[in-house]
């Protein structure tokens, strides 16, 4: 298995509250991925990192912000957390970004806001 | 606008028979096509992909098809095992871009 990690696994919180969540992996993959999992949707691309630095939006991004200060850590912040984006969220890497771009999957963290 | 529409939530089939999962996409700049595996509290994993340039890939009991004319593609798993009751994703990535899209995900019931 690819070395990726998330933490929290779980967490609940309340509207208004910032939380960040942490994706680690230890594959020296150049690019990472966050990604929310609902009922319906399927997953859906919220921010990706080609880069250390180097980061941009995906298809749900409003409320979302990303950082990666190395290549190892990619965090995503909720600033003001809401119902809606009660969610489970899953971590991703890959080699390569374009084609062939098979992505490796963390375990996921289950986030209900209150 | 769904570029990657799985139309079928659900799917039931008995251990031994053959498993057909279905996936439409609508981006005809969509070049390489993936097929992701879930099960229950766990991330997904890669499973089989095909790039546009072949119409077939195999893999063990896993067979992917593309229609690329009619902007469809379809897994195959023969025979099917109750191991492979799961949530399958469809995906669909283009050259050039960093972006997978997925689809809304097909659970595959395999009844022993």
């Known amino acids: 298995d690819a070395g990726i990690t998330q933490s929290p696994r779980h967490k609940v919180t309340e509207t208004g509250t910032p939380v960040t969540l942490r994706c680690h992996q230890t594959e020296n993959h150049r690019y990472m991925y966050w990604y929310r999992q609902d009922p319906g949707h399927g997953l859906r691309l919220i921010h990706y990192s080609y880069g250390v630095k180097d980061t941009d939006k995906g298809e749900v991004s409003d409320g979302y912000s990303v950082s990666r200060s190395k290549t190892e850590d990619f965090l995503l912040t909720l600033e003001s957390a809401t119902s809606s984006q009660t969610s489970v969220y899953f971590c991703?890497?890959?080699?390569?970004?374009?084609?062939?771009?098979?992505?490796?999957f963390g375990p996921g963290t289950r986030l209900t806001v209150l | 606008d769904q570029q990657v529409k799985q139309n079928s939530p659900s799917l039931s089939v008995q251990e031994g028979r053959i498993s057909i999962l279905n996936c439409d996409y609508t981006?005809?700049?969509?070049?390489?096509f993936l097929w992701y595996k879930k099960y229950p509290a766990e991330g997904p994993t890669f499973l089989i992909s095909?790039?546009?340039?072949?119409d077939k890939n195999e893999d063990g009991r896993f067979t992917v098809f593309l229609n690329k004319s009619a902007k469809h593609l379809s897994l195959h798993i023969v025979p099917s095992q109750p191991g492979d009751s799961a949530v399958y994703f469809c995906?669909?990535?283009?050259?050039?871009?960093?972006?997978?899209?997925f689809g809304a995900g097909t659970r595959l019931f395999v009844k022993a």
């Open positions: 991703a890497i890959s080699e390569s970004g374009g084609l062939g771009n098979e992505q490796f």
């Open positions: 981006n005809s700049m969509f070049d390489y």
């Open positions: 995906a669909a990535s283009a050259t050039g871009g960093f972006k997978t899209i």
């Open positions: 095909i790039s546009s340039i072949k």
